[in-house]
Every structure is written in C-alpha cells, then in structure tokens.
C-alpha cells in the first residue's frame, strides 16, 4: 500500500533507538525526509547514517534533551514546519505509589506529558495553515491499564492522553490528525531494564525474566521496533485521515480488554 507521504518531512524525537527509531525507520521507507533527535549524539548520528543509506532520504539530526526547553528551542529550530510530529522520551523510573514525591511527579510530567503538548503546541499552527499535518504520541499500555510500579508513567500519559482527545477535535476541521500509540511490552532497551528489575527483584536470571513476561503476553512474545513503526507510519499516511484522537494499543493481547 502506498501510504501517500513520500517527500513530506518529519520530526521524530527520541529515535536514535527503540520505539522512535522504528517509526524514523518506517517513515523514511515510505520516503519521508527526516529530523531525528536523542541526547547521546554517537548512537544517533549512527542511525541517522544507516537511515540515509538505506533508504536516500534527507535525515538532519538534533543531539538534546527534548523534556528541556532549551531541547524543545533547539529541534523546533531544526524541524521548521514539519509536516508530521512523533513525540517520544524515555519513560519515568519504576516505583512504588509511596516513593514519589513532588518533584518526581513534576520530572514525569515534563518528559511524557507537557513537552509533547509544547512540541504539539509550537507546531500544530504551521500543519493547520497548509490544511494537513499528522501526530502521533507514542504514550504506554498503562493508558488504558494501570501498571503499579510504573505510576508516574500512568499518571503523565494519562493526562497527555486526556489533552489529545480534545485537542485532536479541534485541529481535525484543518487537516491535522493526532493519534496515540500505546506500546506493551517491546523488544528495546525500555524492555530489557525492567527485565532487569524483574530479575534483582525476583532473584531469577535475565533470560527466566523475559519469559516470565512473555508468557503473560497472548502473543508470547515481545513486540519489535519494526511492528511499531509501520503501525505510526500509518497513522502518518494519507489514509488515517478519518481516525482522529484515537488510542492504538499494540500489545500482542496483553491487556485483556473488550474495546
Ligand atoms: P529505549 O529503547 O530506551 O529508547 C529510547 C530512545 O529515546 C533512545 O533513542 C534515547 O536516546 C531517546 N531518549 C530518551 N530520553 C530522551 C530525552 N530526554 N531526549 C531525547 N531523546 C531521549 O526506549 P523505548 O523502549 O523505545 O521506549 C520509548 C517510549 O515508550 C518510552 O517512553 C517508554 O517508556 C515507552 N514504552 C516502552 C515500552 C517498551 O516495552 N519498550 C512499553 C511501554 C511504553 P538517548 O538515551 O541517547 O537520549
């Protein structure tokens, strides 16, 4: 299927690995010209290199800390007027409810929720003037399912999660549809650090912890960057214009939901 974006230009933050990498890797398949961002400039620049290589698009690079607002200042002066916007950061440290405090909780909020919400705020103006313009925040099952040892994700996704369902109404008479992907458990760096917390706590290897969890998965297995990335370079495509504000679990079944 020819996803119609061939030639747009992309900003995907945190992509020098993992989620973010995978969806830089399957936009820039669908001829995407890219800027790509993550704070250890090494790693990136060599996926912005391997990305150019395979796939001929322009790729430019931002080596910052994008929950900064000096990072924001920096790749919003690299993007311009992007045509498509991918947020990502890594995610909050696991816990228990009682751990947190409030600076803990204002750390969260500013990686995963308020700095997409000023990536989407700075750009969203520039898509609704050309009449299009696609977002995808990459968010966490834990939207649509607590995971207790991860509250400070739950509770910075979930209010990013709130804004988009409103926000994405309101820019979509313009052209300019906002989506959430909701990754489970993928086969990434993410993945394999609490791997290890299950191992310390459980006193069990690394291997008999990622089976542990892979078992809870209907799939059983994890899910891999490329999966994920094809599902955002849809949500990027021509043909998503009709889904608007909607919260796409990729899981393998893990949550046991009806809808
Ligand atoms: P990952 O493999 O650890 O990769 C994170 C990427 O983001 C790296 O390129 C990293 O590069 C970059 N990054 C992290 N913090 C950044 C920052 N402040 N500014 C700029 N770049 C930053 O993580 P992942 O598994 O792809 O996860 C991506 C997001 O999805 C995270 O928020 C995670 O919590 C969430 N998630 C992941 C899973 C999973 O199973 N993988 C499940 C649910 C939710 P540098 O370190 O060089 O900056």
């Avoid at 990305?51 to 322009?58: K, L, Q």
């Avoid at 916007?85 to 969260?108: C, Q, Y």
């Avoid at 509770?155 to 549809?177: C, D, E, K, N, W």
């Avoid at 310390?200 to 008999?208: F, L, T, V």
Wanted: charge should be neutral.
């Amino acid at each position: 299927m020819d996803l119609g974006i061939a030639g747009k230009r992309a900003l995907v933050c945190a992509s020098s690995k993992g989620l973010g990498l995978g969806c830089a890797e399957a936009l820039a398949a669908e001829g995407v010209n890219l800027v790509m961002n993550a704070r250890g400039a090494e790693a990136l620049e060599a996926s912005a290199a391997a990305i150019r290589e395979r796939y001929g698009v322009t790729v430019e690079t931002v080596a910052c800390d994008v929950t900064t607002p000096e990072g924001q200042a920096e790749v919003l002066a690299k993007a311009g007027d992007v045509d498509i916007l991918v947020t990502n950061a890594g995610g909050p440290p696991p816990g228990m409810w009682s751990d947190w405090d409030r600076e803990d909780f204002i750390k969260a909020l500013d990686a995963n929720m308020l700095t997409p919400i000023a990536l989407m705020k700075a750009l969203l103006p520039g898509m609704m003037a050309k009449g299009w313009g696609r977002v995808v925040n990459i968010t966490s099952q834990s939207v649509r399912a607590p995971i207790g040892v991860l509250g400070l994700s739950n509770a910075a996704r979930t209010g990013l999660t709130g804004y988009v369902a409103g926000t994405s109404r309101q820019v979509a008479p313009h052209g300019v549809v906002i989506n959430n992907l909701l990754p489970g458990i993928h086969a990434t760096d993410r993945a394999i650090s609490l791997d290890g917390g299950v191992s310390r706590a459980q006193n069990i290897s690394m291997e008999e912890a990622k089976a542990q969890r892979e078992a809870t998965i209907p799939a059983r297995r994890y899910g891999t960057r490329e999966e994920f990335g094809k599902a955002c370079a849809f949500l990027c495509s021509q043909h998503a214009g009709f889904i608007i504000g909607q919260n796409l679990l990729l899981d393998g079944g893990a949550t046991n939901l009806t809808m």
